[in-house]
């Protein structure tokens, strides 16, 4: 059974960097995409980058595009998110997860079959 933990998060300062890690336990890794989602108190939770499955394709929402990268690493069961130019509004909890879907439908339809606990992300100076 495919299982998702987060780490990275922490307090930046605005303009700073993070870099957050997925690690994936479990047989069935490559088989799905990953996705990076965010959720700040009482908004709803928000796609934010997601991959395909040998990372041919990815999607960014419009608020990180030019500012965050996904990437993984099949062999290692691990999936990244660099996270540059931070903005308060970035603040969030940070959680990964897996879909049997396109990059597009886990980003904009917040989809997910497997997820991660969490890492909170603050930016703040």
């Known amino acids: 059974q495919l299982q998702l933990v987060e780490s990275g998060g922490g307090l930046v300062q605005p303009g700073g960097s993070l870099r957050l890690s997925c690690a994936a336990s479990?047989?069935?890794?490559?088989?799905?995409?990953i996705g990076w989602f965010r959720q700040a108190p009482g908004k709803e939770r928000e796609g934010v980058s997601c991959?395909?499955?040998?990372?041919?394709?990815?999607y960014d929402a419009d608020s990180v595009k030019g500012r965050f990268t996904i990437s993984r690493d099949n062999a290692k069961n691990m999936v990244y998110l660099q996270m540059n130019s931070l903005r308060p509004e970035d603040t969030a909890v940070y959680y990964c997860?897996?879909?049997?879907?396109?990059?597009?439908?886990?980003?904009?339809?917040?989809?997910?079959?497997?997820w991660g606990q969490g890492t909170q992300v603050t930016v703040s100076s």
């Open positions: 997860a897996a879909a049997f879907a396109t990059v597009q439908s886990m980003c904009v339809q917040r989809l997910g079959d497997v």
């Open positions: 479990g047989s069935t890794f490559e088989d799905y995409a």
């Open positions: 991959i395909s499955t040998r990372a041919y394709n990815t």
